[in-house]
């Protein structure tokens, strides 16, 4: 009989260890859920952090295309300016 108890002892030993290690696991998991979710909030915050940027760039290529325009409309009213001028003096010089 003692060494059936014996024996039962041991098993309850060995399952206890099992347990602990099947919770140990379970715990592991759990850390590796925490992390692979926190990473995928950092990807989307680097991909909404990227959506910004490129709605920026945007608006910078619209900005610098209404500057050009901008410029342009300038030159030409600078050359109209320029050849009033240069009428206004050929006219005086005769």
Known sequence: ??????VLNEILVK???I???????DNKVSNLDNK??????????LET??????????????DVKDVKAT???IEVSQNDDVIGL?????K???
């Open 92 to 94: 005086q010089k005769h």
């Open 36 to 45: 692979v979710t926190n990473l995928d909030n950092k990807v989307t915050t």
């Open 49 to 62: 952090g990227q959506q910004e940027i490129v709605t920026r760039l945007d608006t910078l290529e619209t």
């Open 71 to 73: 410029v342009s409309r």
């Open 15 to 17: 399952l206890l260890s």
């Open 86 to 90: 240069l009428k206004v003096m050929q």
């Open 1 to 6: 009989m003692i060494h059936l108890e014996k």
């Open 19 to 25: 347990d602990n290690k099947v919770s140990e696991l």
